[in-house]
């Protein structure tokens, strides 16, 4: 539906992606390539899909004929939608249009009277909106990204975030569903929820937080109080919540900045960026595993060494051995 298109483009210009010429212009005509179609293509929902277009200079509506922003860029401005037939025609609920709308996500219609219309904008961006939600972004994420205050060269990196947490994750489950499937009382995982010491990826828990789940309830089953338990829980949490940020920190000054301004293309430099992030994650995770596990077993010798007898420490040492079914 997006055309290239100049000014005094009428609705012939909705027929081809890419044809910068009006067709009574002078000047000679130029090859549209597929390539040039498909860049103008990206540039002109790029531009109708962020919040750029509302400051772009020109009218944002004018009925029956396509409208030119300056940018070469225009739409079908003939498509006039109540709220109920854009929900119809989007597949999003009325109830959902208007939230987004309060979010700033989707702007308003235009009036004529008591009346509302939406346009071919409206639904371009809902459908914007559906397929950065495909991704796994939340909607302030997506708010960020679509009103300019997040770079959109971050985009790949932000859904390849979003999908490493809920890559072979099963389907999403609410708080309530995940109490059901492990076992644990709605009010411990929602205290545990407040803390910050569970949270919901893309809106929801996954399998693997039901695993969780289920490993922090054995841990009750053997004689751990949950007070103490909660109280080490929250300090882990700190601990590692601060680590991480450094390692993120790292991760932007050594890698993402560098590739970014660099002389790659924006394309290309995404893709790398990503590439980073897909090996450095679980690379990550089996160091920071590994030492934890690895430093949990000698603390546990050394206290043993110091208070047990000779069958605790005999029972220990086989443990930790190398090769121990442990």
């Known amino acids: 539906m997006w055309a290239g298109a100049g000014p005094g ?18 000047q000679a005509p130029t090859v549209t390539t597929q390539a040039t179609r498909s860049s103008t293509r990206r540039r002109c929902q790029a531009l109708f899909t962020s919040t ?6 020109a009218p944002w509506w004018s009925a029956g004929r396509s409208v030119h922003y300056g940018s070469g860029c225009s739409y079908d401005a003939s498509v006039k939608l109540r709220v109920e037939e854009m929900a119809e025609r989007s597949g999003v609920s009325v109830d959902t249009i208007r939230y987004y709308q309060g979010r700033g996500l989707v702007p308003p219609p235009t009036r004529r009277g008591r009346i509302a219309h939406y346009g071919q904008e409206h639904l371009e961006r809902l459908e914007r909106i559906r397929a950065l939600q495909r991704q796994g972004l939340s909607l302030a994420a997506i708010g960020r990204l679509l009103s300019g205050e997040l770079d959109p060269r971050d985009e790949p990196l932000l859904a390849a975030v979003a999908g490493a947490g809920t890559r072979g994750a099963g389907p999403s489950l609410s708080l309530a569903e995940l109490a059901e499937r492990s076992d644990i009382p709605l009010g411990l995982l929602q205290a545990a929820e407040h803390e910050g010491l569970i949270s919901p990826v893309a809106g929801g828990y996954s399998t693997a ?13 053997l004689g751990l109080p949950l007070p103490e338990l909660m109280v080490l829980a929250r300090r882990h949490h700190e601990h590692v919540r601060s680590v991480a940020e450094e390692a993120v920190g790292l991760f932007d000054d050594h890698i993402r900045r560098p590739l970014g301004t660099g002389e790659l293309a924006s394309e290309d430099a995404a893709r790398r960026i990503v590439e980073a992030f897909q090996a450095i994650l679980p690379a990550t995770v ?10 949990l077993l000698a603390v546990a010798t050394e206290h ?14 086989e443990a930790t051995s190398p090769g121990s079914a442990a």
């Open 9 to 26: 483009s009428g609705d012939g210009a909705k027929e081809g992606i890419g044809d910068e010429v009006g067709a009574d212009s002078e």
């Open 52 to 57: 750029a277009w509302l400051t772009a200079g």
């Open 209 to 221: 937080d039901v695993d969780a789940a289920r490993a922090g309830l054995r841990l009750l089953e």
């Open 286 to 295: 089996a160091l920071v595993a590994h030492h934890f596990e690895r430093t």
């Open 304 to 317: 043993i060494e110091k208070v047990g007898g000779p069958d605790e420490l005999a029972a220990i040492t």
